[in-house]
């Protein structure tokens, strides 16, 4: 193990924990945990997929099934009732967050920093915007 390895993982946890706070802090199912797991496990995977193809081997194999399975994982929050669709930004966010995950072990820092950024952004400008366009009495999908 060394600091190649051990600061994309730390990145990835700092990053989903950014991003699993702000849910958490608004009472969203997937919270603080969910986003630290699901951001550190794709960072995991993307650095085993590097390890196990060497230098100038296939990387992309690994990194392609984190997408499809965490696709499933954000299905899973989405829920439909009568009233309408509940968890989609729930279901965006994870799959944000593996991809923020996949740019720490690919030793994409920048880029997974930008993305929490923006995305924290995005997420501060959506709830305000909603409290502009809902009554309290509206369910929101969020």
Same mark, same amino acid.
């Given at each position: =193990?060394?600091?190649? %390895?051990?600061?994309?993982?730390? #990145?990835?946890?700092?990053? &989903? ?6 849910? %958490?802090?608004?009472? +969203?199912?997937?919270?603080? !945990?969910?986003?630290?797991? $699901?951001?550190?496990? @794709? ?6 997929? +590097?390890? =196990? ?7 992309? !194999?690994?990194?392609? %099934? ?13 829920? !439909?009732?009568? +009233? ?20 720490? &072990?690919?030793? #994409?820092?920048?880029? @997974?920093?930008?993305?929490? $950024? $923006?995305? &924290? &952004?995005? #997420?501060?400008?959506? !709830?305000?915007?909603? +409290? ?11």
């Amino acid at each position: =193990m060394s600091w190649e %390895q051990i600061v994309p993982l730390l #990145l990835a946890a700092g990053l &989903g924990g950014l991003i699993g706070l702000e849910r %958490q802090l608004h009472d +969203k199912p997937a919270g603080l !945990r969910t986003n630290i797991l $699901i951001c550190l496990g @794709a960072a995991v995977f993307t650095l085993v997929s +590097k390890l =196990m193809a060497g230098e100038n081997g296939e990387t992309t !194999r690994i990194t392609a %099934q984190v997408v499809t399975g965490i696709g499933f994982l954000g299905a899973g929050a989405i829920i !439909r009732e009568p +009233k309408g669709v509940h968890g989609l930004t729930t279901a965006a966010t994870i799959w944000l967050v593996a991809s923020i995950g996949v740019a720490c &072990g690919a030793g #994409l820092y920048g880029l @997974a920093i930008a993305a929490t $950024i $923006i995305c &924290g &952004g995005v #997420l501060l400008i959506a !709830r305000w915007t909603d +409290k502009l366009g809902h009554s309290e009495e509206e369910p929101q999908d969020t």
